[in-house]
């Protein structure tokens, strides 16, 4: 009975180290983790570029509004 126990264990644990992933799915599974990885980086990048340019944007909208808004103050003051 200790014997076919044994067997058993030992059929159990070749078994299960066996269903484990092999060295090439390991290595596939690592560079598809990279891609990934360089995508997000790639897409953060782009995020920040498109927030740069719409604050630039922003920035010479809001220096024309300020400038015209200062010669609107200067044509009021010209006609009182």
Same mark, same amino acid.
């Given at each position: 009975?200790? =014997? ?7 059929? /159990?644990?070749? /078994?299960?180290?066996?269903? /484990?992933?092999? $060295?090439? &799915?390991?290595?596939?599974?690592? =560079? ?6 360089? !995508? ?7 995020? &920040? *570029?498109?927030?740069? !340019?719409? *604050?630039?944007?922003? *920035?010479?909208?809001? !220096?024309?509004?300020?400038?015209? !808004?200062?010669? $609107?103050? /200067?044509?009021?003051?010209?006609? =009182?």
């Amino acid at each position: 009975m200790k =014997k076919l126990f044994a067997m058993f264990v030992i059929a /159990g644990m070749v /078994g299960f180290v066996a269903c /484990g992933p092999s $060295a090439e &799915q390991k290595a596939e599974k690592a =560079k598809q983790d990279s891609i990934a990885q360089a !995508d997000s980086l790639a897409n953060v990048a782009a995020q &920040q *570029t498109r927030l740069a !340019d719409s *604050t630039a944007k922003a *920035t010479v909208v809001a !220096d024309s509004l300020a400038k015209a !808004d200062s010669i $609107a103050k /200067g044509l009021i003051k010209v006609k =009182k």
